[in-house]
Nanobody, 115 residues
Framework: QVQVVESGGGLVQPGGSLKLSCAASGSSSTSTAMGWYRQAPGKQRDMVATIIRSGSTNYADSVKGRFTISGDHAKKTVSLQVNSLNPDDTAVYYC?????????WGQGTQVTVSS
């Protein structure tokens, strides 16, 4: 059974930085795509950043230039460096990993940006 676990969330002041990490276990297959999504209270879950096996990345317009996704598809690990945080970035951040055509979600990690 595949399990996806995130870490690295927390409380940070505006302008601060965090690094979110995620790892999948329970499968020997290589992932083909990985990503980060976020969900703020009362809002839908939105894509933040994705990375596919070729290394190509995609970012939401609101995070371009501030967030950087990186990952190792063989190890099924993905990280998100988040810089220049602002209160609008407050949300639960979810990791998503695609393995053999099936997507797996983590339980989420809370990021709160507040002074």
């Amino acid at each position: 059974q595949v399990q996806v676990v995130e870490s690295g969330g927390g409380l940070v002041q505006p302008g601060g930085s965090l690094k979110l990490s995620c790892a999948a276990s329970g499968s020997s297959s290589t992932s083909t795509a990985m990503g980060w999504y976020r969900q703020a209270p009362g809002k839908q879950r939105d894509m933040v950043a994705t990375i596919i096996r070729s290394g190509s990345t995609n970012y939401a317009d609101s995070v371009k230039g501030r967030f950087t996704i990186s990952g190792d598809h063989a190890k099924k690990t993905v990280s998100l460096q988040v810089n220049s945080l602002n209160p609008d970035d407050t949300a639960v951040y979810y990791c998503w990993i695609l393995i053999n055509g099936r997507g797996y979600w983590g339980q989420g990690t809370q990021v709160t940006v507040s002074s």
